[in-house]
Structure formats: C-alpha cells, structure tokens
C-alpha cells in the first residue's frame, strides 16, 4: 500500500536549519508529483512548496521563497525540503503528500496520500 514516511524535523534556532526528508513507497514514484504542507493548531493545512514527476518544475509559497527547496531523487525513492533562515512562523507540523497526476498544484484536495507529519518548531 501507499505510505509517506517523513523524517528530520525537531527543535532548531531562529536562523538555522534543517531538512525534512520524505520516503514514499508502494506506488511508481516517477510518476507523481509531490508537495510539502505544514499546518498549525487551529488553522488549515497550507502547501509550502511542490516539485513536479521528475523535478524540473517546483513551486513555492511566497512566504518561504529564497529559503526553502524543494528536491526529489526518483532513483532512491526520496522527497527533500531544505529550509533554511528559519523564523518562528515556520513552526508547524510538516506532510508530506502525493499529487494526484504528474505535475503539482497548491490546492490541498489534488493530494491523495499523506504522510504522518513532522514537528518543526523555531524558537529560541
């Protein structure tokens, strides 16, 4: 069965770093884009950043442009967000997601599959 297994998220300083990782299994990667959400209590899950079927094309929220990639290794199976310069209003559970079709699109309802999310939490 389809399952999304992130890791790396923790406790990090304002201006640091870290990267989550995602380990997608049980479909044809390749063919499927793929999204990074994060959500806080109380308010909707919002997309952060997405990567197309083989990683030429990648979108990202205005918020988090210029600090956040996106990446993807379609030979070992592995979906990547890079963020750096973290502030405290990146705090949040991160997900990762599977799109529906090839290519992306913002909207949370084209991601089929989910993963269990990642606690990231900026303070210092």
């Known amino acids: 069965q389809v399952q999304l297994v992130e890791s790396g998220g923790g406790l990090v300083q304002p201006g640091g770093s870290l990267r989550l990782s995602c380990a997608p299994s049980g479909f044809t990667f390749s063919s499927h884009g793929m999204g990074w959400f994060r959500q806080v209590p109380g308010k909707e899950r919002d997309i952060v950043a997405a990567?197309?079927?083989?990683?030429?094309?990648?979108y990202y929220v205005d918020s988090v442009k210029g600090r956040f990639t996106i990446s993807r290794d379609n030979s070992k199976y592995m979906v990547y967000l890079q963020m750096n310069s973290l502030k405290p209003e990146d705090t949040a559970v991160y997900y990762c997601?599977?799109?529906?079709?090839?290519?992306?699109?913002?909207?949370?309802?084209?991601?089929?599959?989910w993963g269990q999310g990642t606690q990231v939490t900026v303070s210092s």
């Open positions: 997601a599977r799109h529906v079709g090839t290519y992306y699109k913002p909207s949370q309802n084209t991601y089929d599959y």
């Open positions: 990567i197309n079927y083989n990683g030429d094309s990648t």
